[in-house]
């Protein structure tokens, strides 16, 4: 089995603090998952979500008070399942999802990857991969980049599951 995380833009009005009703979110796929106008509002990490999630979390602050790089991939408010088991659902309001995307957008990836590098490459092969495993983080990043502002230009709230398949 292996890790990933499924996040999804919920519209702000629409979201809902029951469990239930925010696993309903995760039942069907990807390609069902739109906005009226045909967005597709999903974004899923493989089993290197927990990695991506140090180079965020290892990043120096933006500026006094909140965090947000802690909040871009396993950050949230988490929501606790009946299943206790399981991992929380993770829940971001409109505003946590908008100050991410403000992150997201003013971060240099090669300054997180310096930083992190040392820590990521030998669960990756170590030197000799460094240059595809920095691109294949830099890629995530892009993408995680591309969801967080499309979710924050929409107003939109984000839902985290962490899962195994």
Request: with cysteine; net charge positive.
């Amino acid at each position: 089995m292996s890790t990933y995380l499924r996040l999804r833009a919920v519209p702000a009005p629409a979201l809902r603090n029951s469990p239930a009703w925010l696993e309903r979110l995760f039942a069907s796929d990807a390609a069902t998952v739109r906005h009226p106008a045909g967005r597709c509002t999903e974004e899923v990490l493989d089993e290197c979500c927990l990695d991506q999630e140090r180079i965020y979390t290892g990043a120096p602050p933006a500026g006094p008070g909140d965090r947000p790089q802690a909040q871009v991939v396993l950050g949230g408010r988490p929501v606790f399942r009946t299943d206790r088991r399981k991992p929380p659902l993770l829940v971001l309001t409109a505003a946590q999802a908008r100050r991410v995307a403000e992150f997201l957008e003013q971060t240099d990836f090669e300054a997180l990857w310096d930083f992190a590098r040392d820590g990521l490459l030998p669960r990756y092969g170590g030197a000799p991969a460094e240059s595809e495993t920095a691109r294949a983080f830099a890629v995530a990043h892009r993408e995680l980049r591309a969801f967080y502002v499309h979710t924050a230009r929409c107003g939109d709230a984000v839902v985290k599951w962490r899962s195994e398949r």
